[in-house]
């Protein structure tokens, strides 16, 4: 069966960098994107951004442009998510996802969705 | 940016229908998606591409979408339903969720 397991939770402080790795089985690792998605207590879900492990193509939210790098290593099916100049609003779990893209006759993306999440990763900022 | 808007609750009472709207500009011509959350735990996938349920999920759920709504159905609603439910759709190349429901079964 599919699983992603993440890493564990992080303290930092403010201004740090932190690398959360997300650990693939279960299937292909290089046949389906994985993005990363956070969410704060409380709130709803915010997409990070995505990455593909076979070419290693990212695409990064807007609002985390500059900020967010997405890696892999095909040789242990992990990819990695580094967020850099953390501050306090930064503070959330933090989840990998194996995305679904679905493809119309032409080969254009007519739909992208996770499908399978890890567990989630803890990262707190604090002073 | 596309945005998806959702009511933060919606109540129902146990063994009734409950449904949860998920609002954007022509969102029927996309494809929808919606999950459950239950607290301290990872979403999980229970609609996808509308109206398919992923293996394992209880027929009572259900989804539509057209025009400019998509709508999560659940039917007979059980204590266990008890969760947040967030929509998807994919849209200039990004993924966007809506807000999140908190569905209460009382």
């Known amino acids: 069966q599919v699983q992603l397991v993440q890493s564990g939770a992080e303290v930092k402080k403010p201004g740090a960098s932190v690398k959360v790795s997300c650990k693939a089985s279960g299937y292909t690792f290089t046949s389906y994107d994985i993005n990363w998605v956070r969410q704060a207590t409380g709130q709803g879900l915010e997409w990070m951004g995505w990455m593909n492990p076979n070419s290693g193509n990212t695409g990064y939210a807007q609002k985390f442009q500059g900020r967010v790098t997405m890696t892999r290593n095909t040789s242990i099916n992990t990819t990695y998510m580094e967020l850099s100049s953390l501050r306090s609003e930064d503070t959330a779990v933090y989840y990998c996802a194996r995305v679904v893209r679905l493809t119309n006759n032409a080969g254009y993306t007519s739909g992208y969705y996770p499908d399978s999440w890890g567990q989630g990763t803890l990262v707190t900022v604090s002073s | 940016s596309y945005e998806l808007t959702q009511p933060p609750s919606v109540s129902v009472s146990p063994g009734q229908t409950a449904s949860i709207t998920c609002s954007g500009d022509k969102l029927g011509d996309k494809y929808a998606c919606w999950y459950q959350q239950k607290p301290g735990q990872s979403p999980m996938l229970v609609i996808y591409?509308?109206?398919k349920r992923p293996s394992g999920i209880p027929e009572r759920f259900s989804g539509s979408n057209s025009g400019n709504t998509a709508t999560l159905t659940i039917s007979g609603t059980q204590a266990m339903d008890e969760a947040d439910y967030y929509c998807?759709?994919?849209?200039?190349?990004?993924?966007?969720f809506g807000g999140g429901s908190k569905l209460t079964v009382l």
């Open positions: 998807q759709a994919w849209d200039s190349s990004t993924v966007v």
């Open positions: 591409q509308d109206s």
